[in-house]
């Protein structure tokens, strides 16, 4: 009995980690949702050239390791390069860019369509809702189609990286989602 405990023990330590995807258009904030969740300074973040890579340790118990994809137009081809082994998709967009939500929404549906994406659990922060113009979540939803996603799980959080606010949520989301599979 004891070696079997000792096996499930660490079958479970294993099952508790977490490959995110963080993706979204530039200046969305997804280097500073990363930070938020490392709880490091948010107040000085400069664009994202390449990708970032981060291991945290959610308050829920599981190590999210989190990969940061710069979001500008020249870099999302490389994108494909990261889908591999991805447990959670997690998408921000500017709440407060409206000019660009067609365009965020075009970038979302290409991803929905990958095939080493197929069935991974999407989570889209719906960010800097701190703003005075920002779109509300409700209506990003209805304008990018959330609501007509069948092929996987996925949830639409309200945020900003800059406070902190919602961010916490959106990540337990995502671990009860992936404890339930």
């Given at each position: 009995m004891g070696l079997l405990s000792l096996l499930r023990?660490?079958?479970?330590?294993?099952?508790?980690?977490?490959?995110?995807?963080?993706?979204g258009l530039d200046n969305s904030g997804?280097?500073?949702?990363?930070?938020?969740?490392?709880?490091?300074?948010?107040l000085h973040i400069t664009p994202?050239?390449?990708?970032?890579?981060?291991?945290?340790q959610s308050k829920g118990g599981f190590r999210l390791n989190v990969w940061d994809i710069g979001g500008q137009r020249k870099i999302r081809p490389y994108?494909?390069?990261?889908?591999?082994?991805?447990?959670?998709?997690i998408?921000?967009?500017?709440s407060a860019d409206r000019?660009?939500?067609e365009e965020t929404g075009t970038e979302l549906d290409e991803l929905l369509e990958e095939e080493k994406l197929i069935g991974v659990p999407l989570l889209v922060f719906a960010n800097k809702q701190d703003l005075m113009n920002?779109?509300?979540?409700?209506?990003?939803?209805?304008?990018?189609?959330?609501?007509?996603?069948?092929?996987?799980?996925?949830?639409?959080?309200?945020?900003?990286?800059?406070?902190?606010e919602g961010v916490q949520d959106g990540v337990e989301w995502a671990m009860r989602y992936v404890s339930k599979k």
């Open positions: 023990k660490l079958k479970s330590e294993k099952d508790r980690e977490m490959r995110i995807l963080l993706l997804k280097t500073t949702i990363l930070k938020s969740l490392a709880s490091e300074d948010v994202t050239q390449g990708f970032n890579i981060k291991s945290v994108w494909k390069n990261y889908f591999e082994n991805t447990d959670i998709l998408y921000v967009i500017d000019k660009r939500m920002a779109a509300t979540p409700a209506e990003i939803s209805s304008n990018l189609g959330l609501n007509t996603i069948r092929s996987r799980g996925w949830q639409i959080q309200g945020c900003s990286a800059l406070t902190g």
